[in-house]
T-cell receptor, first 115, second 120 residues
Framework: GDSVTQMEGPVTLSEEAFLTINCTYT??????LFWYVQYPGEGLQLLLK?????DKGSNKGFEATYRKETTSFHLEKGSVQVSDSAVYFC??????????????FGSGTQLTVLP | DTGVSQDPRHKITKRGQNVTFRCDPI?????LYWYRQTLGQGPEFLTY????????KSRLLSDRFSAERPKGSFSTLEIQRTEQGDSAMYLC??????????????????FGPGTRLTVT
């Protein structure tokens, strides 16, 4: 079945450091890929997405590129802030955007940014 | 606030009791999803509705679990004869699926804050 593997956390960085959170997936067909973020005490929020190979999703300084050849969707940010402290989830949904149904999530990566 | 809401936010129950959770999706959304999230894990899909029709159920959804969306608006998730292994965060999400020239397009899923269930 489909699956998503994320780098294990927790990750602790100093403010303004470079962030990479690795994500790889296993799926047949052409999944759409997502990064969700969960801030303390809040619900999951979509951070960015990519629906086809070589697409780059970006939002709030975060970026991720859909790499079909390596089945990866790594999350990056050039300079993290304390307010980026949260749990980050990589996810996929099967098929093209039009047939997407349930999301399959990775196990999450806790990020803590220290001032 | 017009986001997805869930009630209650926390529920503590004794093993063997029945519990029911409610989810109110974003009003114009026709798809509604239930997920379960245990500590340190990502959410796992349970079931989803398009309007009032329950279109898919995960194997995680044992026969003690039942979900309804009677009028295509709010949904309830009931767990009968709760077990300690049912302790988890139950998440609801909603989305809008609409027909475009290229076919069916399913937009972003918006999540509620979750209901945390503790079975003692």
């Amino acid at each position: 079945g489909d699956s998503v593997t994320q780098m294990e956390g927790p990750v602790t960085l100093s403010e303004e450091a470079f962030l990479t959170i690795n994500c790889t997936y296993t799926a047949t067909g052409y999944p759409s890929l997502f990064w969700y973020v969960q801030y303390p005490g809040e619900g999951l929020q979509l951070l960015l997405k990519a629906t086809k190979a070589d697409d780059k999703g970006s939002n709030k300084g975060f970026e991720a590129t859909y790499r079909k050849e390596t089945t990866s969707f790594h999350l990056e940010k050039g300079s993290v802030q304390v307010s980026d402290s949260a749990v980050y989830f990589c996810a996929l949904s099967k098929g093209l955007d039009g047939s997407a149904r349930q999301l399959t999530f990775g196990s999450g990566t806790q990020l803590t940014v220290l001032p | 606030d017009t986001g997805v809401s869930q009630d209650p936010r926390h529920k503590i129950t004794k093993r063997g009791q029945n519990v029911t959770f409610r989810c109110d999706p974003i009003s114009e959304h026709n798809r509604l999803y239930w997920y379960r999230q245990t500590l340190g894990q990502g959410p796992e899909f349970l079931t989803y509705f398009q309007n009032e029709a329950q279109l898919e159920k995960s194997r995680l959804l044992s026969d003690r679990f039942s979900a309804e969306r009677p009028k295509g608006s709010f949904s309830t998730l009931e767990i009968q004869r709760t077990e300690q292994g049912d302790s988890a965060m139950y998440l609801c999400a909603s989305s809008l699926a609409s027909y475009r020239a290229r076919g069916l397009a399913n937009h972003e899923q918006y999540f509620g804050p979750g209901t945390r269930l503790t079975v003692t």
